[in-house]
C-alpha cells in the first residue's frame, strides 16, 4: 500500500491510504464504508490532519496569533477542535458567531469581520464580548460605538486596502484598490477611519487588518503587505501619538489541488513575514506589533475528501460524461471560477486503463462540471464510487440547496472512527421552511 505523507506534494489528508485492489482509508477509517453507511454525496473531514495543521502553525509562528478563518469550514465539531488546540477565530456572520459560541468558544479569542455587517449583528458581536471587531467601512464607526455599554471599550481593528492584491482568480482578490473590502489608504478613507475610531472614546484601537486574497502561494506578496502596513501603523504613530499593538495579515493561504502542487510554505511564510515585519518596524523606530494571520482553507482544505456515486457514463460527440448524485450545489467552486480538483475512483480494482472524463453533477446546469478531462479507469461504471481530494474548504460552507437537492452530511474520521458531526439535509428540512399560501 502507499501511504501518503504531509510533506508529499499531493491534495490528500495526510492519513490517507490507497491500497491495490481498490481500497482507500482516511485516518483508518475504509472510505468505502463511510459511502454504504452514510450514504453519498458524504464529506469526510480527518479530525487528524486538522489538529496536525493548527499544530503546524503555533509551531512556525510561535510568537504570532493564529485564527482560524470559519468561512472555509464551519460545525460545532470544528469549533470543538480550534478550541482545544488553541488558536483564535475570524467570523463574518451572526451566524458563524452562533455555531463558536454553541461549541463553547472563548469570545475573548473571536474577531468578527466582514465589509456589510448588519446592526443586528454588531449587536450581537458587542452583546456578546467578542474580542475584537474588524471595521471596514465609515458608517460603522458610529454605529459600533452607539452600541457599546457605558463604561466599557469595545476593540477594533481597521481593515485596510495595501494596494497589493493576490491569489489564484479574479474573484478572490481582495487586496487591491477598487473592490468592496477595506478602506482606502489612497483616497484617505483609512487614515479617516482612524481619526474617527481615535475619537470614539467607547472604542479602543489595537491595530490594522489587511486580507490579501485567496489561495495564494507565494509569501512575498505578505512581505509586501508588512513593509506597507507598518508604515502606516508609523504615519498614525507620527500623528496621534499611537503605536498601535496588532497587525492581522488575514489568511488566504494556499494549498495543493492537483498531485505535483504545492502550497503555501508556512516555514518560507514565517522566516519573510517574521523578518520583515522586525526590519520595517525597526527601521521606522516602532514597536513591533503582534502579528495575527487568519488561514482557513490551509488549515481544513486538505483535510476534507468528498464521496460520489456514479449515476451514467455518457459519450459524447469529443467528450465521455461521468455523472455523479452530487455536483455544484455541493462542489462549487469549479463551476464559480474553473477551479481544478483531482478525483479517483475506489472500491474496486481496475485493468482497463485510464481516460479522460468529464465529470459533472446531477443539476440543470450546463455549468454543473465538477472535473474537466479528470483521469479514471476506462470501464468506470454506474454504481462506482468516486472520490474527490482536498474539499475541506469551501464546500460544505458554500453549499446550496439549488434543484432542492438537500446538502451532504460531514462525516469525521479519526481516533473514534467514523462518526457523524453534520447530518444529511432532506426533503423534511427543505419543507419545513416552506410555509405554503
Aim: hydrophobic share 40%.
Amino acid at each position: 500500500m502507499t501511504v501518503l505523507t504531509e510533506t508529499a506534494a499531493q491534495p490528500w489528508p495526510s492519513t490517507t491510504v490507497f491500497g491495490p485492489h481498490g481500497e482507500a482509508t482516511v485516518a483508518g477509517a475504509s472510505l468505502m464504508e463511510i459511502a454504504n453507511r452514510f450514504g453519498t454525496p458524504a464529506y469526510v473531514i480527518d479530525e487528524t490532519a486538522v489538529r496536525d495543521r493548527c499544530r503546524a502553525y503555533r509551531a512556525a509562528l510561535p510568537q504570532a496569533e493564529i485564527a482560524y478563518a470559519a468561512k472555509a469550514f464551519w460545525c460545532r465539531a470544528m469549533a470543538s477542535w480550534i478550541r482545544a488546540e488553541g488558536l483564535s477565530l475570524d467570523v463574518c456572520s451572526a451566524g458563524e458567531l452562533t455555531v463558536a459560541l454553541s461549541a463553547g468558544f472563548p469570545v475573548e479569542r473571536i474577531i468578527f469581520h466582514g465589509n456589510a455587517k448588519t446592526p443586528r449583528e454588531l449587536a450581537i458581536a458587542v452583546n456578546e464580548g467578542v474580542g475584537r471587531i474588524v471595521v471596514d467601512n465609515i458608517a460603522e464607526i458610529s454605529r459600533l460605538a452607539a452600541l457599546v455599554p457605558l463604561g466599557y471599550r469595545q476593540k477594533v481593528l481597521i481593515r485596510v486596502i495595501p494596494d497589493v492584491g493576490a491569489g489564484a482568480y479574479a474573484a478572490i482578490r481582495t487586496g487591491g484598490e477598487d473592490q468592496q473590502f477595506g478602506l482606502s489608504i489612497a483616497t484617505g478613507a483609512a487614515g479617516e477611519a482612524v481619526a474617527r475610531v481615535l475619537g470614539q472614546p467607547r472604542l479602543e484601537l489595537t491595530g490594522l487588518h489587511c486580507h490579501l486574497g485567496s489561495q495564494i502561494s507565494s509569501p512575498e506578496p505578505y512581505e509586501t503587505a508588512v513593509r506597507v502596513m507598518v508604515q502606516q501603523m508609523a504615519r498614525i504613530r507620527d500623528t496621534s501619538g499611537v503605536a498601535l499593538p496588532e497587525l492581522d495579515l488575514g489568511g488566504g493561504h494556499g494549498i495543493a489541488y492537483l498531485d505535483g502542487e504545492h502550497g503555501l510554505s508556512l516555514e518560507r511564510f514565517a522566516q519573510r513575514v517574521g523578518g520583515a515585519l522586525l526590519e520595517s518596524a525597526a527601521g521606522l523606530g516602532l514597536p513591533a506589533p503582534r502579528l495575527i494571520v487568519e488561514p482557513g482553507r490551509a488549515i481544513s482544505g486538505p483535510a476534507g475528501v468528498t464521496l460520489y456515486r456514479v449515476i451514467s457514463v455518457k459519450k459524447g460527440l469529443t467528450r465521455t460524461y461521468v455523472a455523479v448524485d452530487g455536483g455544484m450545489s455541493d462542489s462549487p467552486r469549479h463551476s464559480l471560477y474553473g477551479a481544478p480538483y483531482q478525483v479517483r475512483m475506489i472500491g474496486r480494482e481496475s485493468r482497463a486503463g485510464t481516460r479522460g472524463f468529464h465529470v459533472v453533477g446531477h443539476h440543470c446546469e450546463a455549468g454543473d462540471v465538477l472535473v474537466e478531462d479528470a483521469s479514471l479507469p476506462a470501464d468506470i461504471h454506474p454504481g462506482d464510487v468516486i472520490v474527490m481530494a482536498a474539499t475541506g474548504a469551501y464546500h460544505h460552507s458554500m453549499a446550496s440547496t439549488y434543484n432542492l437537492t438537500g446538502r451532504p452530511p460531514v462525516v469525521a474520521v479519526g481516533k473514534g472512527g467514523a462518526r457523524l458531526v453534520v447530518r444529511r439535509e432532506g426533503p423534511e428540512d427543505l419543507m419545513r421552511r416552506d410555509v405554503g399560501l
